[in-house]
C-alpha cells in the first residue's frame, strides 16, 4: 500500500525561529509533491508544490525534496504566530489513465509557534 | 477567479438514508477529486473525475459513487448511510489533464445519527 508519513507532533518553535517538517513517502515512482496547511476547522490550502529534486523558494516557505532518499520537506523561515495550523504532506500516486490523480496524504504536523 | 464551491456545506442525516454532495471546480479546472477527512483516519481519497471519465478510486465501498457533467461540476453520492460515513467530505479540483495541484473547496460536514 502506498504511503505517506509524517512526524504527527505536536511541534513547537519560538516566533521568528525556522520550522522543519519532514515527510516520507512509499513510492520511488512518484512525481508530484505537495505541502497544504490547515487551520482549525478550515479545508487545506495549497502552500507549495514541487516536481523536481533540490530546493523550491516561495516567499518564506522552502519545499526539498530527494527523490534517492524518498524525502520531501518544508522550511518555514521567520515563524509567525499566523503559521500555527496542521501542515499536511500529499504525494501524487496516480496511477491508470495518463496523468490520473491521486493525493495520498500524510497525517499531518500540528505546528505551534510561540510568540 | 472564484474558488471550488460546495454544497451543502452541513447535512444531517440518518442511518439507512442516502446523500448527494455537489461541487462546482474553479473556472477551467475540468479535474475534480473527492476526500474524506476523519479525526482517525486523516485525508483519504475517493475518486478523481477528468471530462467525466472516473480516473482513479480510492479503497471505499460501492455505497460511495460519483460523477462528473459535461460542465466539470462533480457530484457524490453515498447510499445506505452509517454512522461511520459521518466527516468532512472535501472537493478539490486542478486543471488537469496532468496539471495536478489541486485546490480544495470548503467541504461539506456529513453528521449521520
Known amino acids: 500500500q502506498k504511503e505517506v508519513e509524517q512526524n504527527s507532533g505536536p511541534l513547537s518553535v519560538p516566533e521568528g525561529a525556522i520550522a522543519s517538517l519532514n515527510c516520507t513517502y512509499s513510492d520511488r515512482g512518484s512525481q508530484s509533491f505537495f505541502w497544504y496547511r490547515q487551520y482549525s476547522g478550515k479545508s487545506p490550502e495549497l502552500i507549495m508544490f514541487i516536481y523536481s529534486n533540490g530546493d523550491k523558494e516561495d516567499g518564506r516557505f522552502t519545499a526539498q525534496l530527494n527523490k534517492a532518499s524518498q524525502y520531501v520537506s518544508l522550511l518555514i523561515r521567520d515563524s509567525q504566530p499566523s503559521d500555527s495550523a496542521t501542515y499536511l504532506c500529499?504525494?501524487?500516486f496516480g496511477g491508470g489513465f495518463q496523468g490520473a490523480q491521486k493525493l495520498v496524504f500524510g497525517q499531518g504536523t500540528r505546528l505551534t509557534i510561540n510568540p | 477567479k472564484a474558488g471550488v464551491t460546495q454544497t451543502p456545506r452541513y447535512l444531517i442525516k440518518t442511518r439507512g438514508q442516502q446523500v448527494t454532495l455537489s461541487c462546482s471546480p474553479i473556472?477551467?479546472?475540468?479535474?475534480v477529486s473527492w476526500y474524506q477527512q476523519t479525526p482517525g483516519q486523516g485525508l483519504q481519497f475517493l475518486f478523481e473525475y477528468f471530462s467525466e471519465t472516473q480516473r482513479n478510486k480510492g479503497n471505499f465501498p460501492g455505497r460511495f459513487s460519483g460523477r462528473q457533467f459535461s460542465n466539470s461540476r462533480s457530484e457524490m453520492n453515498v447510499s445506505t448511510l452509517e454512522l461511520g460515513d459521518s466527516a468532512l467530505y472535501l472537493c478539490a479540483s486542478s486543471p488537469g489533464p496532468v496539471t495536478d495541484t489541486q485546490y480544495f473547496g470548503p467541504g461539506t460536514r456529513l453528521t449521520v445519527l
Open positions: 500529499a504525494v501524487n
Open positions: 473556472s477551467g479546472h475540468r479535474s
